[in-house]
Every structure is written in structure tokens, then in C-alpha cells.
């Protein structure tokens, strides 16, 4: 397998997903701008968002996901089937009982995130209402990601990646086709989350019937947790939860403080939310994607110096590619927001905002993207202790750098205590794979880390000129002049980014690398 061939397929439907993710809140901006509403939406999103994160893309991936690929690789097809299909028997009859729970519990679980709403007149019922509706998603999402997992495992990456798309499509129509005739417009997007969710999870059974690999769920899940592999799933889920928990915790206490704050703090963190997420998506999901299954399988092989390999060519290229967007997200904030979301109810003041907090997310990117990479490096050797030791630590410096920086910068502040957690987390899970002789760096990392300082203050100094030059808020009354000159400087700007480091004697032939 062509790893770049594989991170092109995983970023090239990646991108298509976050474009239509950027329509989707461009149209939401300009339908209900950064209001209580948008704010109770954002909650509501936030707790099922935060269960999927819990239960689907971070502890149950963390710990499905290298034993699947032990048993694929070396246990044969009928006793990997056995796994998922147990497996996804427990997984399902776990997420109908805490669906349930919520359904029955939304009052206390919006109370419990967003204390700061009560004080917003019908913010908090509308809160409560959303997430009754939503709730249903955690059961759809966690199967939606269970599939993915097998896919990726069995090294077919574009079905999981082309699935979120759906998820914006849904939150479109509903947008334009939908709220416009509920006399609550906002909750078309509630129902809009569902829809979504089904859509994603039924994409991938045409590709899971391909391999035969469609779980099937049995009504008998104490049956199903007798299956030892799935006794070793729940076993690596248990530090990985508690990993995943601390983090997601830290996010509830963020969200709790910007609740607090300013209306529309909320609202305005979760846009900037959406344009960091832009390149970690791109890049850092991406990659963790398809890292992970080639790591597994490399520690299943025994083989440290692939290993240590993939590791390398994966760091270099998040570094490659993370750096310039931070630069873009610290100094290009307000023409991205500008441009994205300054129609409708959305107004110049919105913009600033969302622009301080894109800025601030600007400084910790290269840690959040690098996460990505550097955590399955513990994860494929099916070791989640040390990932959980660090988040604790990166939970406390995280709420102590809010103490210093929520009454500097407001909710900006916020996202740069995020950014700075992120750092110090990343360095932490680098620190710990080498003193582990874990990740062998490769030479020529000096060289290339002075070829990629000289070609980001380049790109800095040239964004910085057009950020400068042009009022990106003004602009609006010419929008398609504003989509144009954006679009036009992007492309300017990537193209001198990359023939610079030609120019200083860049190899990009290092990142053609093949798989077994």
C-alpha cells in the first residue's frame, strides 16, 4: 500500500467533508448568527459530540482497533468476525441504555455543561430539547465508527472518510429546507444530527458485506462478553476511557467557563472551533487513519525499525503541512472569518471575535495535529497508560493556563489555554516514545527544520501583507470580490510556501513510501 496514495484518498474526501462542513456553518452563521440560540445549539451538539469522542473515536478506537489487526493478522477471517460481531453486540446494547439515560436525564446533563444558560431566557429549554433529540446519535456514531475501524483495519480508508460528508449534507437541507418552517427554526439542526448519523452508518455496510465483515448484533450481550477478545478490548478501554474522559472533562469545564462569558462566547469558540478543526482533520486524522492500522501492524510483525520509520514519515510530513496552516490560522484569522462567515446575522463584531480566538488556536495547531500522530505510537503497541498519565497532567496545566488567560483575552482564552495544553501534551507523548526507544528519528531532521522556519516567516510576512492591506470586514458589501481575493492569496501563498523549500533544496520524493 501507497501510504501517500492512502493520506491523499483519507484528505481528499477529508477536505470535501470540511468544505461542506464550512457551507454548513456559513449557512447556519447566516441564519441565526451568534445568538442564545446558536449557543443552546452548540451545547446541546457538544454532549453527544463529547459521548462519540468517549465512546466511538477515542477510547473504543484506542483499544478496538490494534487488537482487530492482531486477530486479522494472525488468528484468520472467522475468528476476526467473531470479534467484531461480539464486540458490536456489547458496544449497542451499552449505547441504547446511556441513549436512554440521556433521553430521560437531559435537564441535569445541560445543567451539569452549560450552567451559565439559565441565565439566557429560553436558551436553557431549548438546550434540554435539542439534546432529547440528539442523544439517539451516540448509538448511531459509535457503530458509524466501529465499521470505520474494520475498514481501516482491512486498509479501505475512502468509505469512513467520504461518510462524514453526509453528516453536513443533512445539516444543509435541514438549514435551507427544513428550519424555515418550524416555528423553532434552530431545532431543524437537532434533527438534522440524527439524520446525519444514520446516514454515516449505513454507507459503510455495502463496503463491511464486501468483506464480510457485517456485524451482527445478538440479543445476548453477557453471551458476547465472554468473547476474550472483547475482554481485551474492555480491558485497554478502561485507561483509554479515563484518558479520553479527562480531556473531554477539560472541554465541559471550558465550556461551562464560556458560558459564563460575554453571550455568543460560545457560539463564537465553536466557529473558530470549526476552522481549526479544518487542518487537524486534514492532516492529523488523516494521517492517524492510516497510521494506525501499519503501526499495529508493524509491532504484530515485531518489526522496530518499521516501526520507528513510520513514525518519522508521518511527523515529518504533519510538520510540513501543520506549520503553514498555523501560520494561516495566526495570521490570516479575520480574512478566513470574514470571508466564511460574515453574512446575515453574523456582523462585523462576530468576526473580531471569532478571529481572537482563531488566532489564539493558531499558537497551539502543531500540537493538536501532532497528538494525532504521536499518540497511536502508544497505541499500537496497545500501551494507554502513558497517553493517560499525560492527559492528566494536560488536564491541571490546561485549567491553571484559564486562571491566567480567561481574564487576559476573554474567550480567547480559552482556546489559547486549549493550544498550550496541546503543546506540552505533544511534547510529553514524544518524550515518553523516545526514552521508550520507541521512535528512532531519522537524520536530517536539523536541515530540514531550517527549511521549514525560513519558508513559514516568508508566508507569514506575505499573509500578513494582504491581511493588512485589504478591510475584510468592509469587503463584505462585494462578496464574491472578498471570495475571490481569498481564494486568489491562498493559492499565492501555498505556491510560494512550497517553491521556497524547492528553492532551499526540499526532497519531496521522501514522502513516497510503500506498506505491506
Not at 101 to 122: F, P
Not at 181 to 193: D, E, F, K, N
Request: aromatic content about 10%; hydrophobic content about 55%.
Amino acid at each position: 500500500m501507497n501510504l501517500l496514495k492512502a493520506l491523499l484518498t483519507v484528505s481528499g474526501f477529508t477536505l470535501l467533508s470540511r468544505i461542506t462542513g464550512l457551507a454548513r456553518e456559513t449557512l447556519i452563521a447566516r441564519a441565526f448568527g451568534a445568538s442564545i440560540y446558536t449557543d443552546a445549539f452548540n451545547v446541546a451538539f457538544r454532549i453527544p459530540n463529547l459521548l462519540r469522542r468517549l465512546s466511538a473515536e477515542g477510547a473504543f478506537s484506542q483499544a478496538f482497533v490494534p487488537i482487530l489487526a492482531e486477530f486479522k493478522n494472525q488468528k484468520g477471517h472467522d475468528a476476526t468476525k467473531a470479534l467484531v460481531d461480539a464486540t458490536a453486540t456489547v458496544l449497542a446494547w451499552v449505547l441504547v441504555l446511556l441513549s436512554i439515560a440521556g433521553i430521560l436525564g437531559s435537564t441535569w446533563v445541560v445543567y451539569a455543561v452549560a450552567t451559565g444558560l439559565r441565565h439566557e431566557g429560553q436558551a436553557f429549554p431549548v438546550a434540554v430539547h435539542m439534546t432529547r433529540i440528539m442523544f439517539p446519535y451516540i448509538t448511531l456514531i459509535s457503530l458509524t465508527s466501529l465499521a470505520a475501524g474494520v475498514l481501516n483495519t482491512y486498509r479501505n480508508f475512502s468509505v469512513p472518510a467520504f461518510a462524514p460528508l453526509l453528516l453536513n449534507v443533512s445539516f444543509i437541507v435541514a438549514a435551507l429546507f427544513v428550519g424555515p418552517h418550524l416555528q423553532t427554526p434552530i431545532y431543524a439542526l437537532a434533527l438534522a444530527v440524527v439524520v446525519g448519523g444514520f446516514l454515516q452508518l449505513a454507507v459503510q455496510i455495502p463496503a463491511l458485506m464486501k468483506i464480510g465483515m457485517v456485524p451482527r448484533i445478538g440479543f445476548n450481550p453477557f453471551a458476547a462478553l465472554r468473547h476474550r477478545g472483547v475482554k481485551r478490548v474492555l480491558v485497554k478501554m478502561v485507561p483509554a476511557t479515563f484518558a479520553v474522559s479527562v480531556a473531554q472533562l477539560s472541554l465541559i469545564i471550558n465550556t461551562n467557563i464560556a458560558s459564563r462569558l460575554a453571550a455568543g462566547s460560545v457560539s463564537w469558540l465553536s466557529y473558530a472551533d470549526r476552522l481549526m478543526e479544518f487542518p487537524t482533520a486534514l492532516l492529523g486524522v488523516a494521517l492517524g487513519t492510516i497510521l494506525l492500522p501499519s503501526l499495529s501492524k508493524a509491532h504484530s510483525d515485531s518489526d522496530p525499525g518499521e516501526y520507528s520509520s513510520l513514525l518519522d514519515w508521518g511527523l515529518r510530513l504533519t510538520f510540513l503541512l501543520a506549520a503553514p496552516s498555523a501560520v494561516a490560522l495566526f495570521v490570516y484569522a479575520t480574512p478566513l472569518t470574514a470571508t466564511l462567515f460574515n453574512y446575515g446575522h453574523f456582523v462585523g463584531h462576530d468576526v473580531l471575535m471569532v478571529a481572537h480566538a482563531l488566532t489564539a488556536y493558531g499558537v497551539g495547531l502543531l500540537g493538536l495535529i501532532l497528538i494525532k500522530i504521536l499518540a497511536p505510537g502508544f497505541y499500537a503497541k496497545q500501551d494507554i497508560k502513558t497517553p493517560v498519565k499525560i492527559a492528566v497532567g494536560v488536564m491541571i496545566a490546561t485549567q491553571l493556563c484559564n486562571y491566567a488567560f480567561v481574564p487576559l483575552f476573554a474567550h480567547a482564552g480559552l482556546a489559547l489555554s486549549i493550544g498550550v495544553g496541546a503543546s506540552l501534551n505533544a511534547a510529553l507523548l514524544f518524550i515518553g516514545l523516545r526514552l521508550r526507544g520507541l521512535y528512532q528519528p531519522s537524520p536530517g531532521w536539523g536541515k530540514f527544520f531550517i527549511q521549514l522556519l525560513g519558508a513559514c516567516l516568508v508566508l507569514a510576512g506575505v499573509m500578513l501583507w494582504f491581511a493588512q492591506t485589504f478591510d475584510w470586514i468592509a469587503l463584505g458589501r462585494t462578496p464574491l470580490l472578498r471570495i475571490a481575493l481569498l481564494g486568489a492569496s491562498l493559492v499565492v501563498c501555498a505556491a510560494l510556501y512550497f517553491v521556497m523549500l524547492m528553492t532551499m533544496g526540499f526532497k519531496y520524493s521522501y514522502f513516497r513510501r510503500r506498506v505491506t
